[in-house]
């Protein structure tokens, strides 16, 4: 295995960590300002829980059907 193969290996890991993190942490956060702005509770936290979710596996799989 040559070096460039190893590192665009290493590359794309560190892409797709930091990818899923940060589309999910920052729907956490969107979420949880907006519930503090509104007072409406834990709603909108979920709901950007779960579109932060949605958002990160629909980055995975556009990142992957680009190895193909």
Do not use: H
């Not at 193969?5 to 907006?34: C, D, M, P, R």
């Amino acid at each position: 295995m040559s070096k460039d193969s190893e590192q665009n290996k290493l590359a794309l890991a560190l892409t797709v960590g930091t990818l899923i993190s940060s589309n999910i942490v920052g729907g956490l956060l969107a979420g949880y300002f907006l519930d503090r702005w509104l007072g409406t509770g834990p709603w909108l936290l979920i709901i950007g829980l779960l579109l932060g979710t949605f958002g990160a596996f629909f980055s995975l799989y556009r990142i992957m059907s680009r190895l193909d």
